[in-house]
């Protein structure tokens, strides 16, 4: 199976890039965009997994979780990769404590480790990636959509949990959650 550890951004959030995506999508419609109900912030993205070592995983993700207290961000503003004239990727921004997301994933990223999992060797940069150009050069159409989203605030999202993702058909479908923050005892 297919999978990535991920965090959600809830409900309010999801509702403010539905109806920002419909706009978007009229500016950019050759574009593969994002469902978004599969919109997430990937931490650790693991690729073909059997089941012994995606309870592994999960393991992982219950040991990690209660060290990292939940945390809010907000989703503003966007840019691309790629060429600016025909971006690949459109993406949201990401801000607010950034900080503990990024020493989140490197916390994952370590426990994953010993798995066999190597962490990327770039600096981990949260964004939501909204849209990808079908075409591997790129798409200039994207590029309106990357002007369309410097004013765009869509919301404040409190990430409460990580969640191990399959990726399935096109959907992500959650095989494990695990909250963060200490355990009542």
Not at 108 to 119: K, S
Not at 166 to 173: A, F, I, T
Request: with cysteine; aromatic share 6%.
């Amino acid at each position: 199976m297919r999978l990535f550890v991920a965090v959600t951004l809830g409900r309010s959030v999801e509702e403010a890039a539905t109806a920002a995506l419909e706009q978007l999508r009229r500016l950019a419609p050759r574009a593969r965009w994002v469902p978004p109900a599969n919109l997430h912030l990937t931490l650790n993205f693991l690729g073909e997994v059997d089941d012994e070592r995606a309870a592994r995983v999960t393991q992982v993700l219950e040991q990690v979780g209660p060290r990292h207290e939940p945390l809010v961000l907000s989703i503003q503003g966007g840019g691309s990769f790629g060429a600016p004239s025909h971006p690949r990727v459109l993406w949201a921004g990401v801000e607010g404590n950034t900080a503990a997301l990024g020493a989140l994933q490197a916390d994952v990223a370590e426990g994953l480790r010993p798995l066999g999992f190597e962490p990327e060797h770039r600096e981990y940069a949260a964004h939501l990636t909204l849209a990808r150009a079908k075409q591997p050069r790129g798409d200039r159409e994207l590029a309106g959509c990357v002007r369309a989203l410097q004013e765009a605030r869509w919301g404040e999202a409190r990430v409460d949990g990580l969640v191990l993702f399959e990726s399935l058909g096109g959907r992500y479908h959650p095989r494990a959650r695990v909250p963060l923050g200490p355990r009542a005892p």
